[in-house]
């Protein structure tokens, strides 16, 4: 893409886990062609994947007559992914933290830390009508993925 | 997902194919862990080389996993770690509670 274009693609599913990799397959396929490697890309549509399920499971409580809204704008190498849900929203200060010894051996709970590993933002807007959006950004310019391991 | 056993020292090799993800393969997995257990196959290596793709709640199953088996009495441990799946292990601080191998007969061995 070149400096200034900008792209913006928008989906949206009924609240069942099967539609979570149409909504993950979008957001790769976009860093791909935005020139993300393989794994980066990958890491994009990990934290995706994790937003609509969360969207799904927790914000909807898997109510398939509730939508999950997700929208992709790239300008330049600014992307934002915006994931809507119809919930009632919850506290993310009361969110625990996955790496706390205590948490270690919990079964859940990894779900926005993977997203706030391989994002670079990510906010949380609640709407007064209910529903909740999870706004997440990344520069692609300034190389994806994950970096904090090797073997 | 996909799993198939077999059993090989007191060892049981199960291998898991396909994803681990929610709504699909996680509540499966649990399932296997479960049948095992409950049949008296308490040390288990899990062949992890054929899974695709993984997310937050597979590794949580894996979790659960682990917590079922060692309240048993038994031991689970992991063989051919996707790298993909190696660096979800790490920035969770989880690879510090697996055993991991890349070799069968000596991931066997250690049991």
């Given at each position: 893409m070149e400096r200034g274009e900008s792209e913006r693609i928008e989906i949206t599913i009924s609240?069942?886990?099967?539609?979570?990799e149409l909504v993950q397959v979008i957001a790769e396929h976009l860093c791909e062609n935005a020139g993300v490697d393989e794994d980066g890309s990958h890491w994009i549509g990990m934290a995706v994947r994790e937003a609509v399920a969360n969207a799904i499971k927790?914000?909807?409580?898997?109510?398939?007559?509730k939508k999950v809204n997700a929208t992709f704008e790239l300008t330049g190498s600014d992307l934002e992914i915006v994931i809507s849900d119809e919930g009632e929203g919850f506290d993310?200060?009361?969110?625990?933290?996955?790496?706390?010894p205590q948490n270690?051996?919990?079964?859940?709970?990894r779900g926005i830390f993977y997203m706030k590993t391989f994002m670079d933002e990510v906010h949380y807007s609640f709407h007064p009508g209910g529903g909740t959006s999870l706004v997440m950004t990344k520069n692609l310019a300034k190389g994806s993925g994950i970096a904090t391991t090797k073997a | 997902m996909k799993a198939t056993t077999r059993s090989a020292d007191g060892v049981e090799i199960i291998t898991l194919q396909g994803k681990i993800t929610i709504g699909a393969g996680d509540t499966q997995l649990r399932e296997v862990i479960t049948n095992a257990v409950n049949s008296g196959k308490t040390n288990i290596l899990l062949d992890?080389?054929?899974?695709t793709t993984i997310d937050s709640s597979g590794i949580g199953e894996l979790v659960g996993s682990y917590t079922t088996v060692t309240n048993r009495g038994g031991k689970l441990k992991l063989l051919h770690l996707p790298a993909k799946l190696n660096e979800l292990l790490h920035v969770t601080q989880l690879i510090t509670v697996f055993e991991v191998y890349d070799n069968e007969a000596e991931a066997v061995k250690s049991f």
């Open positions: 609240s069942r886990f099967e539609n979570i927790h914000g909807n409580k898997l109510d398939v007559r993310p200060s009361k969110v625990s933290d996955p790496l706390n270690l051996m919990k079964t859940s709970g | 992890l080389g054929e899974v």
